[in-house]
């Protein structure tokens, strides 16, 4: 019987989703080689082992979201209200009907301490997400405290992700959202951060 035909793009979709619902140790490359169509095995004609597919599943969510998603922070024709809102909604839409973010926080957890090449293309995809969280918040803040915020933003994201997750409750990402636009909207008022002289 002929191998059939699959692109490394779908291979990659098809992996995403598998990893995001299974998680990475408890997926096999023949699941996802099932999950394409493809036979038994025939996967490693395109990707040589889980760790590289993994990892360039790790790299091209990295680059959506940073050309296509975080790239909103840095539109000059929005205001930083605008766009943060628009990056809540998406990030919204990501936790509730996509992949992505979770899955990050997700494979970091699982893989940290044993599978340390992974670490670079998470780190690089929070990284992006910071960066351009702070690029925002530098209306209000001074570089440093921008970036705190930044960092305080992203973890309280996940943490209501993870939290809608166990309650299947979207309310916490949703109230994460607004807290962040509120303390974003007091400026000054923040005790924990100092704002640009």
Excluded at 23 to 41: R, S
Excluded at 49 to 60: D, G, H, Q, T, Y
């Amino acid at each position: 019987m002929p191998i059939r035909k699959a692109d490394k793009g779908e291979i990659i979709k098809e992996a995403l989703k598998l990893f995001r619902v299974q998680g990475y140790h408890k997926t096999t490359m023949a699941d996802i080689g099932q999950a394409c169509g493809l036979l038994k095995g025939s996967i490693y004609h395109y990707f040589s082992s889980k760790e590289v597919l993994m990892r360039e599943v790790l790299e091209v969510l990295r680059d959506y979201y940073r050309d296509r998603v975080f790239i909103y922070a840095y539109d000059a024709d929005m205001t930083a209200e605008e766009k943060l809102r628009l990056l809540g909604e998406k990030s919204v839409d990501v936790f509730i009907n996509g992949e992505g973010a979770c899955l990050m926080a997700n494979i970091a957890m699982e893989t940290n301490d044993v599978v340390p090449e992974f670490r670079a293309p998470i780190k690089s995809f929070f990284d992006a997400w910071i960066d351009a969280l702070q690029h925002i918040y530098t209306e209000k803040y001074s570089k440093e405290a921008a970036r705190i915020f930044a960092q305080e933003s992203v973890a309280a994201i996940e943490g209501a992700a993870m939290l809608m997750r166990i309650y299947n409750d979207r309310s916490y990402l949703d109230k994460a959202h607004q807290m962040i636009l509120e303390k974003f909207k007091l400026g000054a008022k923040t005790t924990l951060l100092t704002t640009k002289a």
